[in-house]
């Protein structure tokens, strides 16, 4: 307890002083917490859209592990390598054409995996994959069987949930931030 300029008893926490006579010290913490709280919030929304993101690049990775096992042939493999303007290195991509039947009808196919990579600007990594592929040789293509025409060879990598952790601690720390700013508001 206090004794106020008119003698009567107040607690430490009450206030006589108009609001435009806060001291300075209340004003930085008022704005010290509403800073701590929307710092939370922006970690919660950006944590949770990039786990979001994680999850959709795992559950695309996955869908070609359920698709059917067909055999296939390489038609032509080649190394395609291109400027993406007058003054850039040259970016190669393997360029890739295979068939395979399905119920009796052939279709053909170009993808090596459902997302496919960003060219490279090294001839020899390029070189190397279409290695792997060379025409007239026999591989193994996974099939949709809802829509024969769509085919890969290889599945995606399912990485993004072994680091799918990372932003969740983004969401974590931010509603941790929001509830210390919470907690601080309510004393």
């Not at 395609?80 to 991509?93: F, G, I, L, N």
């Not at 039947?101 to 020899?124: C, M, W, Y």
């Not at 949930?161 to 969740?168: E, H, Q």
Request: hydrophobic letters at 40%; proline letters at 6%; aromatic letters at 10%.
């Amino acid at each position: 307890m206090m004794t106020s300029l008119y003698g009567t008893r107040v607690k430490a926490s009450q206030s006589l002083l108009p609001e435009a006579m806060i001291p300075q010290n209340q004003v930085a913490s008022y704005s010290g917490r509403w800073w701590l709280g929307a710092m939370g919030v922006f970690l919660i929304v950006a944590g949770s859209f990039f786990s979001w993101r994680m999850w959709l690049s795992y559950e695309k990775a996955s869908v070609t592990r359920k698709w059917t096992q067909v055999p296939c042939r390489i038609v032509s493999s080649r190394v395609v390598s291109e400027r993406p303007t007058p003054h850039s290195d040259p970016a190669h991509r393997v360029e890739l054409r295979y068939e395979y039947v399905v119920n009796g009808t052939k279709h053909s196919g170009t993808r090596i995996r459902q997302v496919e990579a960003a060219p490279t600007l090294h001839f020899d990594d390029a070189v190397q994959k279409q290695q792997q592929y060379p025409a007239g040789s026999a591989q193994v293509c996974f099939v949709n069987p809802a829509a024969p025409d769509e085919a890969v060879l290889q599945h995606g990598s399912r990485a993004a949930l072994y680091s799918i952790w990372f932003p969740l601690l983004f969401v974590l720390g931010g509603a941790g931030m929001v509830g210390g700013a919470l907690r601080r508001s309510s004393k």
